[in-house]
């Protein structure tokens, strides 16, 4: 099976910098996806990595290694919009691709 | 441009009572997932379909099921409501094994059971 590991909550404030980290386990490992989730809306999709390295994607930035089995997300200039759930979801191989969410990390941002 | 539609989007049954969700995902995309998020937790992995055959089963209970049709429009059916089924359920499609990693998600459909 797969398992992940993120903060359960991070503060900041307005045009800010914050990173979210994700640490996961899986016995093969295909990629990591990024999900941003307000308040009883839909998850929606951020990012994507299948090999090592950082994925830009306007404000929000995207890392792998997967070496260390970790990747984060980075989001820059915070805006209060941005207060949200995040979730790291890993595939994996012999889990048919299938996403696996990690339990999300509530960002609050502040003005 | 269209997106994953889902109906009810809400629902409210009494426990022991049959429910039924529809899903309609975006044109063209063949894979449907469904998902159950309980308050405040994450997303859990039910069941897929692709190609209107399913393709992989997570921890969806015996008391539900669900299907492919031919217009690639899936349904969830859950008998034998409990208490503890109350949640949001969202359905997501991709194109094949989305290979972007991207699933677009529906609005869901928010389950109460009484």
């Known amino acids: 099976g797969q398992s992940l590991e993120q903060p359960s909550e991070v503060t900041a404030v307005e045009g800010a910098i914050v990173q979210i980290n994700c640490t996961y386990q899986t016995s093969g490992f295909y990629g990591l996806s990024w999900y941003q989730q307000h308040d009883g809306g839909a998850p929606t999709f951020l990012s994507y990595?299948?090999?090592?390295g950082l994925e830009e994607t306007g404000r929000f930035s995207s890392f792998l290694s997967r070496s260390d089995s970790y990747g984060y997300l980075l989001l820059q200039e915070l805006q209060m919009k941005d207060s949200a759930s995040y979730f790291c979801a890993v595939r994996d191989m012999g889990g048919s691709y299938i996403p696996t969410f990690g339990r999300g990390t509530s960002l609050i941002v502040h003005p | 441009a269209a997106g994953v539609i889902q109906s009810p989007r809400h629902l409210i049954k009494e426990k022991r009572e049959t429910a039924t969700l529809k899903c309609y995902p975006i044109?063209?995309?063949?894979?449907v997932y469904w998902y159950q998020q309980g308050p405040g937790q994450d997303p859990q992995f039910l069941i897929s379909f692709y190609e209107k055959m399913q393709s992989d089963k997570g921890s969806i209970p015996d008391r539900f099921s669900a299907q492919q049709f031919s217009d690639y429009h899936s349904e969830l059916n859950m008998s034998s409501l409990e208490l503890g089924d109350s949640a949001l359920y969202f359905c997501?499609?991709?194109?094949?094994?989305?290979?972007?990693?991207?699933?677009?998600f529906g609005e869901g459909s928010r389950l109460t059971v009484l």
């Open positions: 997501a499609s991709s194109l094949g094994l989305a290979a972007t990693g991207e699933l677009f």
């Open positions: 990595n299948a090999l090592d």
């Open positions: 044109p063209r995309h063949d894979t």
